[in-house]
C-alpha cells in the first residue's frame, strides 16, 4: 500500500512539475520587453557593421533576425519594426539565405504597407528570385505584383525592363553586349 501511495504521489508531483513548467513565462527573446528588443537589435547592428571579418558572424545575424521578427510579430505598431525587418532580410541576402531574405521582405510589404521602403521589399524579391534563385517565373510574378500596387514608383521602369527581359529570356551577358552596341 505504501509503494502504491509513492508512486500515486510522485506521478502527481511530476504531472504539477509538468504543468508548471508548461505554463511558466517563455524565456529568452520571446519574453522581450519592446525596448529590449530594440535595444538588443541596435547592439547587434553596431557589432555587425563593427565585424571587420570577411565572414558573416552567423550567430549575431541568427539572433538579430530573430529578434527582428518578434519585434513585427509582437510590437507591430513600433514604426522601427519594419526596418528592423528589412535589415534581418538583407543579413539573409549577404548570407546567401535567399528564400528566408525573400520571405522576410515579403512580411514586410504584407504587413507594414505604410512603411517607405515596403514597395522596395517587394522588388527586391523578385530581384533575389531572378538573380540568385535563377528562378524566372517567380522574378516576374513578383515584378508584375511591384507594378500592379506601385505603377508610379521610381523602380517601376525597371521593373518593366526587367519583366520584358526575362519573358525575351535575355541573359545578362546579352544585356551587357547590347548596351555596349548602344554606347558606341
Not at 541596435?42 to 550567430?59: A, I
Request: net charge negative; aromatic share 8%.
Amino acid at each position: 500500500m505504501k509503494v502504491l501511495r509513492r508512486s500515486v504521489f510522485c506521478t502527481i508531483l511530476g504531472a504539477t512539475m509538468l504543468l508548471s513548467a508548461c505554463s511558466s513565462k517563455p524565456k529568452g527573446v520571446e519574453a522581450a520587453t519592446e525596448a529590449q528588443l530594440i535595444s538588443t537589435l541596435g547592439q547587434l547592428e553596431s557589432q555587425l557593421r563593427e565585424s571587420s571579418e570577411t565572414t558573416l558572424d552567423t550567430t549575431k545575424i541568427n539572433t538579430f533576425v530573430q529578434n527582428a521578427e518578434t519585434l513585427a510579430e509582437r510590437f507591430p505598431q513600433d514604426s522601427l519594426a519594419p526596418m528592423y525587418l528589412f535589415r534581418a532580410a538583407e543579413l539573409r541576402h549577404a548570407g546567401g539565405k535567399w528564400a528566408e531574405a525573400i520571405d522576410l521582405w515579403g512580411t514586410v510589404d504584407v504587413k507594414f504597407k505604410n512603411y517607405q521602403r515596403s514597395p522596395e521589399a517587394l522588388f527586391m524579391q523578385g530581384f533575389v528570385s531572378e538573380n540568385d534563385l535563377q528562378n524566372r517565373k517567380q522574378a516576374i510574378r513578383y515584378y508584375e505584383v511591384f507594378l500592379a500596387k506601385y505603377p508610379q514608383h521610381p523602380m517601376a521602369e525597371d521593373a518593366e525592363v526587367l519583366i520584358e527581359n526575362l519573358k525575351k529570356g535575355i541573359t545578362d551577358q546579352e544585356l551587357i553586349e547590347q548596351f555596349e552596341q548602344q554606347q558606341q
